[in-house]
């Protein structure tokens, strides 16, 4: 493909879904969709109803109004973590609150990702398996990394929901995000979702369940239908694009 080309100048098709689940009382997570900015914002939040649901918000707002002026994702994501600091210290939700995030950002044949937590980011090319693009910063996630425990093991371990890093929720006066980037062509999709989907559903699972429909919106209501039917014990977001 070239820049020329006129098919990477046509919005992706786009499904965002936010359910709070089956267990939960209320829901903490927030996403945000600005296609005039080819950017698509997924949080997950820590703090519950005076916390979590303010952190979550506080950081897609803020992630927008970076990338608006011209901020890189990682600068962005750094932005939104020193804004729910200044939240908490000005009274606003409640001390300690945090929130995951992973955005992406779209721009023509490349896309590229940011994320501090455990929401993740999925790719899945044409005759291909679902592929992880992200990579937790959790504490499981790290214990695989040693070697010590399988990812197997990580879904039943106690500790599996615990981050080692987030916005807003470590007190340090800027979070280091990670980032990554790829090509994205024609039938490509991407998904943006919290650990309510992932955290009830394999890898495997998920991507079944998108080939298997033949544009987002169906996409996305079998992927939420699936997540509820295994319990839905988490809040649940998801945005699904594809090209």
Do not use: K
Not at 91 to 96: A, F, K, Q, Y
Request: net charge negative; charged share 20%; with cysteine.
């Amino acid at each position: 493909m070239t820049a020329s080309d006129p098919h990477l100048l046509q919005p992706p098709e786009v499904a965002c879904l936010s359910e709070t689940g089956l267990v939960r009382s209320h829901n903490e997570d927030a996403y945000a969709a600005r296609p005039e900015l080819g950017l698509w914002v997924v949080a997950d939040g820590m703090g519950g109803v005076a916390g979590g649901e303010v952190a979550s918000a506080i950081a897609v707002e803020t992630i927008v109004a970076e990338v608006r002026r011209g901020a890189a994702l990682t600068e962005a994501l750094d932005g939104a973590h020193r804004a729910i600091l200044d939240a908490a210290a000005a009274g606003r939700g409640s001390p300690g609150m945090g929130t995951t995030a992973v955005a992406l950002r779209l721009d023509r044949h490349r896309y590229e990702l940011a994320w501090v937590g455990d929401s993740r980011a999925y790719s899945l090319d044409q005759g291909q398996s679902l592929r992880q693009r992200t990579r937790d910063h959790s504490v499981v996630q790290s214990l695989i990394d040693q070697g010590s425990l399988s990812p197997e093991q990580a879904g039943s371990h106690p500790d599996r929901h615990r981050l080692t890093r987030a916005l807003g929720g470590f007190a340090t006066p800027a979070i280091d995000a990670d980032h990554v980037s790829g090509d994205w062509s024609r039938g490509d999709w991407l998904l943006l979702c919290t650990d309510g989907l992932n955290g009830e559903l394999s890898d495997v699972e998920i991507g079944g369940l998108i080939q298997a429909a033949n544009a987002p919106e169906p996409a996305a209501q079998a992927l939420v239908a699936a997540a509820l039917e295994r319990g839905g014990h988490d809040n649940l977001t998801l945005i699904l694009l594809r090209r």
